[in-house]
């Protein structure tokens, strides 16, 4: 997998992760915009990880650090490029950033209904804690 090369995703990048996201990305979510994406990497230019083989995005991770807590999200593989290691060498930069910045804990936000998720999840060490519950509130903008 040496010919895999992860990087940060800047404004002009915004538009093929969008799209991509629509092919790679089980469900949607409300910041899925380029609004929404481009007050991510306005914010912190370094959240967004893409994965490129040969100049094609294959795979996306949003390593988000507050300064308190780490937070995944958003890790997709493209299903043509998937069970090759994309999603786990991700999950290494998204770790290696938080080791950096301090963070001792990652969190991810994934799909109860996405049974793929959950085996990728599982094998890279994150496991669902089942005393906790995602309350969410929409706000209007």
Not at 89 to 110: I, K, P, Q, W, Y
């Amino acid at each position: 997998m040496t010919d895999l090369h992860i990087r940060a995703g800047g404004p002009a990048d915004l538009d093929a992760v969008l799209a991509f996201w629509k092919v790679a990305a089980e469900g949607t979510s409300i910041s899925d915009d380029g609004d929404g994406v481009a007050r991510l990497v306005a914010r912190d230019p370094e959240a967004l990880l893409l994965a490129e083989r040969g100049g094609e995005l294959v795979g996306t991770v949003i390593a988000g650090f507050d300064g308190w807590r780490c937070h995944l999200y958003r890790l997709a593989v493209h299903p043509d490029h998937r069970r090759r290691g994309i999603g786990g060498a991700l999950l290494t930069a998204a770790e290696e950033r938080f080791g950096a910045l301090g963070g001792r804990r990652g969190d991810a936000m994934v799909l109860d209904r996405n049974d793929l998720a959950h085996h990728a999840w599982r094998a890279a060490g994150y496991a669902p804690e089942p005393q906790w519950s995602r309350w969410v509130k929409p706000l209007d903008a």
